[in-house]
């Protein structure tokens, strides 16, 4: 089977410590890994506000991974979502090969920033 290009962002509550804060994307870390699944990128935006509430919290702590996987992985990644309590949010989505080389892209910094013009 071939492995696809995914990206899932979760938001944990913001009560959590740090240490829970760590477990808890430890454990969906673990739940990719497990399925072997490939984690490409993980990125930690931290504490955000929310753009609206959610169960009365206006913040919470933003984390995304970009992986390579079974699609079947997926359903299981979600499915512990769900059952996790300290995760108010989630969203997965299937990366297509563009959005998969704007990825690349940006974590070299060359997006976002003016290309600089070679004077003659």
Same mark, same amino acid.
């Given at each position: ?12 509550? *913001?009560?959590?410590? =740090? ?6 994307? =430890? ?14 990128? =993980?990125?930690?935006? &931290? ?5 609206? *509430? ?5 913040? &919470? ?8 996987? #079974? *699609? ?5 990644? #979600?499915? #512990?979502?769900?059952?996790? #309590? ?17 990825? =690349? ?16």
């Amino acid at each position: 089977m071939e492995l696809k290009n995914y990206e899932t962002v979760f938001i944990l509550t *913001p009560v959590l410590s =740090e240490q829970q804060t760590k477990d808890a994307v =430890e454990k969906f870390k673990k739940v990719l890994t497990d399925n072997a699944a490939e984690i490409v990128h =993980e990125d930690a935006w &931290g504490m955000r506000k929310l753009a609206y *509430p959610i169960q009365n919290k206006h913040t &919470g702590y933003y984390q995304i991974f970009e992986f390579k996987a #079974e *699609p079947s992985v997926i359903a299981k990644l #979600e499915l #512990e979502y769900k059952r996790d #309590e300290k995760v108010i949010r989630f969203l997965t989505t299937a990366l297509d090969k563009h959005a998969v080389l704007y990825n =690349e892209k940006k974590r070299k910094g060359l997006v976002g920033k003016k290309q600089e013009t070679k004077e003659a």
